[in-house]
């Protein structure tokens, strides 16, 4: 039984090491909301927001989230009887339309919470059966496309197991066409354009079918899930959606129409842990791929990220790459780390998301800070 008796929020400002910039904006220092969830037992768990600053990406902000979690959400939760953690979505969709990141950062802390209670891994107790996962980049729009290659090249003598060349209208056939002539027709490349192109693009998005990638992500709209279907017709190339998913009538949808082959599961995009699951299941159902995208996490949302990324149907890299390609220093003890093979180990010998939460490090970098009870 989950009771909640206390939510704290805190905003931490964290810088990366170097910008990352997608088709519709670039972030320097990443602002992260993060939840701490107190139970009337003393038990604690942990979240992480993954909304931006900007609603470039999607609708929601770190400021529409801390609004929507102070003034709807925790309400909803705080001193209420919750069986297990897989109703806390429900709970919150009740009369709550949207703000699926704020509800994400708050269903996957109950579920942290949840794994202490139950003294299991968190991976563990979400259904994941993998002891290791493997990992790729994701790299921001690069100065040039010789500045691409050799960042790609550096990246897969590293062990990253796929690279994800973030591309733009004018920064894409030629950028991506010279990191194959490059690195050869077996490395494994993807784009992804953010929602940059219209169908007006094709000739450009036909020029990246040539190229062999593994997929191309989310290439039109955030919200069109029809204008995908139409352009998956015309390509070799799978579509991977990721802006688009937002929950499992949406993937129910693109299985139906077949906008797409391959779906990036985010949690803290689709709602958290109860929503992936669920679009992981209907997607083994169908033959459909997975992997586990990322927002910049830190080492929190890292955690639940890792643990997702354990279950079966997770067949392709995640953009779950170790604490170092992001951040100088993590806030979680230990630090998310990578082996030669591209591989990060799922924490299985500890209760919870198996990281330590660095609490000296979150006061020192912490900006803002909201009790509720
Ligand atoms: O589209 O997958 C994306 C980062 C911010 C916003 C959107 C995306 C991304 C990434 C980063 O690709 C992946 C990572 O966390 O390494
Ligand atoms: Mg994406």
Avoid at 146 to 157: K, M, N, S
Avoid at 258 to 272: A, L, Q, T
């Amino acid at each position: 039984m989950l009771h909640l008796k206390k939510i704290i929020l805190r905003e931490i400002r964290l810088p990366l090491r170097e910008p990352f910039q997608i088709s519709s904006g670039s972030v320097h220092d990443r602002r992260i909301l993060l939840i701490e969830l107190q139970h009337r037992d003393g038990h604690t768990g942990w979240g992480e927001c993954v909304a931006g600053e900007y609603p470039n990406y999607s609708p929601e902000t770190i400021d529409t989230c801390w609004l929507a979690i102070s003034e709807w959400i925790a309400p909803k939760v705080l001193r209420t009887d919750i069986s297990q953690p897989d109703q806390v979505l429900a709970l919150l969709n009740d009369d709550i339309r949207g703000h699926l990141m704020a509800k994400a950062a708050i269903e996957m802390a109950s579920w942290e919470m949840a794994a202490h209670i139950h003294n299991l891994p968190l991976a563990r107790l979400i259904g994941g059966t993998r002891s290791e996962i493997a990992t790729g980049i994701s790299l921001g729009i690069q100065k040039s496309p010789q500045a691409l290659v050799e960042r790609a090249a550096a990246e897969l003598a590293k062990g990253y197991r796929k690279i994800k060349i973030k591309i733009k209208p004018g920064m894409d056939v030629e950028f991506v066409r010279t990191v194959r002539e490059a690195l050869g027709p077996q490395a494994p490349l993807m784009a992804d354009a953010n929602n940059a192109y219209s169908l007006h693009d094709i000739d450009s998005i036909l020029a990246l079918d040539e190229l062999g990638l593994l997929m191309i992500e989310q290439p039109l709209a955030w919200d069109d899930v029809v204008s995908h279907a139409q352009l998956q017709r015309q390509l070799k190339t799978p579509v991977c959606l990721d802006e688009s998913i937002t929950g499992v009538d949406r993937a129910n949808d693109m299985i139906a129409l077949k906008s797409g082959r391959i779906i990036n599961i985010k949690p803290g995009r689709v709602g958290g842990f109860a929503a992936s699951k669920a679009i992981h299941e209907v997607c083994a159902a169908n033959g459909i791929p997975v992997w586990c995208g990322g927002m910049l996490e830190s080492g929190i949302g890292r955690a639940h990220n890792v643990a997702l990324a354990s279950l079966p149907n997770f067949k392709l890299p995640g953009d779950v790459s170790p604490s170092k390609r992001y951040w100088e220093q993590d806030i979680v003890t230990p630090e998310w780390e990578m082996n030669e093979n591209g591989m990060v180990r799922v924490p299985l010998d500890k209760p919870g998301m198996g990281v330590a939460v660095n609490m000296d490090r979150v006061e020192n970098l912490t900006v803002r800070r909201q009790e509720l009870d």
